[in-house]
């Protein structure tokens, strides 16, 4: 990927996937719903280059450490590990695996985030049950979650490369995206 377009398209993304973490700020009611929407600006550009992926995570998060430092923070352990999880294996693996991959990685955040971090991913259901049930909701939830996340991620790109907005190259599994003439 060249350099010009590896900075702007990284740039794009990284203002999208901003936009979208901090809307709770700015939207209270309405903005969580478009909280979890910051995982596939950062699962485009991992999808695209890891190296992309990784600019646009770290990046999304140093920029919503000036926003709110909690949206960068859950940022961080949830919504843009799991893109990073999506976005490297989602076509570079089979879709179990990614489903899987990317479940570990969310299950594994949520409990840092819970635990060390001592921002409950649940609110206060953390704090009223037992550790190991805990965890195992973690676990639950983060396999439907990456499960749902997968299947329409693939579906999306799969009708962008339908409508000539992206192509698949064969040869290194990554996500080329068509030129505008």
């Not at 060249?2 to 809307?23: D, E, H, N």
């Not at 000036?66 to 919504?79: D, G, Y």
């Not at 989602?90 to 594994?108: F, G, M, N």
């Not at 991913?121 to 983060?142: H, N, Q, R, V």
């Amino acid at each position: 990927m060249k350099k010009i377009r590896f900075i702007s398209l990284g740039g794009i993304l990284t203002t999208i996937a901003v936009l979208f973490q901090s809307a709770p700020i700015f939207l209270p009611a309405v903005g969580l719903l478009f909280s979890p929407f910051s995982t596939l600006p950062v699962a485009i550009a991992a999808l695209s280059n890891i190296s992309l992926g990784f600019a646009v995570f770290f990046s999304s998060a140093f920029l919503l450490i000036f926003v709110h430092v909690q949206e960068a923070v859950i940022f961080l352990f949830t919504t843009g590990l799991l893109g990073i999880a999506l976005g490297t294996f989602l076509y570079r693996k089979s879709l179990v695996v990614s489903i899987l991959c990317s479940s570990v990685a969310l299950s594994l955040g949520m409990m840092s985030l819970t635990y060390i971090a001592g921002i409950s991913a649940f609110g206060d259901f953390a704090s009223s049950e037992s550790i190991p049930f805990t965890l195992f909701i973690y676990i639950l939830f983060s396999l439907l979650y990456a499960s749902i996340w997968n299947i329409c991620l693939r579906k999306f790109i799969s009708y962008l490369i339908r409508i000539n907005v992206l192509t698949l190259n064969s040869f290194t599994k990554a996500l080329e995206f068509i030129p505008f003439k």
